[in-house]
Antibody
Framework: EVQLLESGGALVQPGGSLRLSCAAS????????MAWVRQTPGTGLEWVAS???????YYADSVKGRFTISRDNSKNTVYLQMNSLTVDDTAVYYC?????????????WGQGTLVTVSS | DIQMTQSPSSLSASVGDRVTITCRTS??????LNWYQQKPGKAPRLLIY???SLQSGVPSRFRGSGSATDFTLTISGLQPEDFATYYC?????????FGQGTKVEV
């Protein structure tokens, strides 16, 4: 069974940084792209970033230059380093498995981790 | 970016009803449209991929159709566990974008 377990969500001040982790199991992690998708009550679901099996990275314009997605295939883990956080980054962040290429097909998703940016 | 427009934003239905949700995209995405179901406090779950393919384990009462810019999710014989919010999402080109959701209520 594929399982994704996010961690690292917290309350952080505007301008601060945070790193999210997503530990994966139940599939050949190195063969699949992985993604982060966030959800807020106001803006719904928003794709944030993806990393391919060959480590190519892709970002939404709203986070480009501030967030960095990476993966460690030895640990079956994908990360999201978030810098220069603003209140608009407040959301539940989900990790999701993509296809064997970056195809924008998210299944399954983790349970989510809450990031709150507030002073 | 490809814009997604879902309708309606919410609907009321009863067990046994047939429910139809539509999704329109701002440009053609051929068949690269996915549907997700989300229940309160849970992560989204993939139901339908590439417009009409049923994800493994999803009941056959869920059906997706459409192509180009117009897509439909139909639930035939609504069950109590189907009351949830449904989202469409285009997988044609990054940035991957989602519809605003349709809440199916009792």
């Amino acid at each position: 069974e594929v399982q994704l377990l996010e961690s690292g969500g917290a309350l952080v001040q505007p301008g601060g940084s945070l790193r999210l982790s997503c530990a994966a199991s139940g599939f050949t992690f190195s063969s699949y792209a992985m993604a982060w998708v966030r959800q807020t009550p106001g803006t719904g679901l928003e794709w944030v970033a993806s990393v391919g099996p060959s480590f190519g990275t892709y970002y939404a314009d709203s986070v480009k230059g501030r967030f960095t997605i990476s993966r460690d295939n030895s640990k079956n883990t994908v990360y999201l380093q978030m810098n220069s956080l603003t209140v608009d980054d407040t959301a539940v962040y989900y990790c999701a498995k993509d296809g064997q290429l970056v195809v924008g097909w998210f299944d399954p998703w983790g349970q989510g981790t809450l990031v709150t940016v507030s002073s | 970016d490809i814009q997604m427009t879902q309708s309606p934003s919410s609907l009321s239905a009863s067990v046994g009803d047939r429910v139809t949700i539509t999704c329109r995209t701002s440009q053609t995405i051929t068949k690269y449209l996915n549907w997700y179901q989300q229940k309160p406090g849970k992560a989204p779950r993939l139901l339908i991929y590439t417009a009409s393919s049923l994800q493994s384990g999803v009941p056959s009462r869920f059906r997706g159709s459409g192509s180009a810019t117009d897509f439909t999710l139909t639930i035939s014989g609504l069950q109590p566990e189907d009351f949830a919010t449904y989202y469409c999402q285009q997988g044609y080109s990054a940035p991957w974008t989602f519809g605003q959701g349709t809440k199916v209520e009792v």
